[in-house]
């Protein structure tokens, strides 16, 4: 089971901390992915973060903005969202997905098997 919690209303150039704690199982021994769907729009992930050699992979929209991180000890992951701008107004989801998913497939939603229930993001101009 997952948690996401941390969003709210922030000013255009703001900044905002995502957090996604989970139970049942460690973040430390799955892949965990932050994902964001805006009204009328289809869910995309924008960031991922495996356990292999704790990479992490930013889609282009956010690269350079969004830092995505994990607590072992507190087995929770993290978004730090910085910069942010109107387009990034939407309902955020972490998600878990087995370890041994190639990377090529955590770009899509079903190579996830835990969801946590969405915090809303939106960015005032």
């Known amino acids: 089971q997952l948690q996401a919690s941390g969003g709210g209303l922030v000013q255009a150039g703001g900044s905002l901390r995502l957090s996604c704690a989970a139970s049942?199982?460690?973040?430390?021994?799955?892949?965990i992915g932050w994902f964001r769907q805006a009204p009328g729009k289809e869910r995309e992930v924008i960031s991922f973060?495996?356990?292999?050699?704790?990479?992490?992979v930013n889609a282009d929209s956010v690269k350079g903005r969004f830092t995505i991180s994990r607590d072992n000890a507190k087995n929770t992951a993290y978004l730090q969202m910085n910069a942010l701008v109107r387009e990034d107004t939407a309902v955020y989801f972490c998600?878990?997905?087995?370890?041994?998913?190639?990377?090529?497939?955590?770009?899509?939603?079903?190579?996830?098997?835990?969801w946590g229930q969405g915090t809303q993001v939106t960015v005032s101009s």
């Open positions: 998600a878990a997905a087995n370890r041994r998913k190639i990377l090529s497939s955590l770009w899509t939603t079903d190579s996830y098997e835990y």
């Open positions: 049942g199982f460690r973040v430390a021994d799955y892949t």
């Open positions: 973060l495996r356990t292999t050699n704790s990479n992490t």
